[in-house]
């Protein structure tokens, strides 16, 4: 069964640098998405991607953050300056147009980001 | 405002004894709600949703409108279910974003 892939598994960076986290959706989902989990925390909504441009976002998502189809596969997250409270498990998620409607997500393994 | 809540982070039973995990929401509308199931070590994947009205692995969950309510139910539990359990909710016009509770760890012990 097709399953949403994400790279790499973690990730340590410094406070400061810039990390892009990658997700190969489901080959034929339309929709993508990003949600984030501090540890002990809940699952946040970060941004939603659709037709090549971002539909929604949520306040979390300021201008340090930005995403990126940059070919048929890759959907990519990235952080230009994490800061310490940056660290956390991400996670990508896809949809098909006909699930869309009952917003069925597929979620990928996450990647956990910890800044130092 | 959108929001779920589930008032326990750990619910601890016995096998073969019956499982509730509650759910609650607030949202200016008709949401859509689910349940995502996280194994250990494995992806959150969905588990059910109210529009289905269908039973997985034994679980049920009835949307109650006047209490704003989405709790999940399984008769007998299994130590196969020991998980940690969101719910969750998004609007009901399509292409979404979820908002998630902040899960209850169901822990089934033998």
């Known amino acids: 069964e097709p399953e949403v892939t994400q790279t790499p598994s973690h990730q340590v960076t410094q406070m400061g640098q810039e990390v892009i986290l990658r997700c190969v959706p489901i080959?034929?989902?339309?929709?993508f998405y990003w949600y984030r989990q501090i540890l002990g925390q809940k699952v946040e909504f970060l941004v939603s991607f659709y037709n090549n441009e971002i539909s929604e976002k949520s306040e979390i998502f300021d201008d340090q953050f930005s995403v990126e189809r940059p070919d048929g596969s890759n959907f990519t997250l990235k952080i230009r300056s994490t800061k310490l409270e940056d660290s956390a498990m991400y996670f990508c998620?896809?949809?098909?147009?006909?699930?869309?409607?009952?917003?069925?997500?597929?979620f990928g393994p996450g990647t956990r980001l910890t800044v130092l | 405002a959108q929001r779920v809540t589930q008032p326990e982070k750990l619910l601890s039973v016995f096998k073969g004894a019956p499982v509730e995990l509650k759910c609650n929401y607030s949202y200016s509308g008709s949401p859509e709600l689910f349940w995502y199931v996280q194994y250990s070590r494995q992806r959150l994947q969905l588990l059910l949703r109210?529009?289905s009205r269908e039973s997985i692995k034994g679980f049920t969950a009835d949307l109650n409108k006047g209490e704003t309510s989405f709790h999940l139910k399984k008769p007998f539990a299994q130590e196969e279910d020991s998980a940690m359990y969101y719910c969750a909710l998004s609007g009901s016009t399509g292409f979404q974003k979820l908002v998630f509770g902040t899960g209850t760890r169901l822990l089934v012990s033998p």
């Open positions: 109210h529009i």
């Open positions: 080959s034929n989902h339309l929709y």
């Open positions: 998620a896809s949809s098909t147009r006909d699930r869309a409607i009952y917003n069925e997500q597929f």
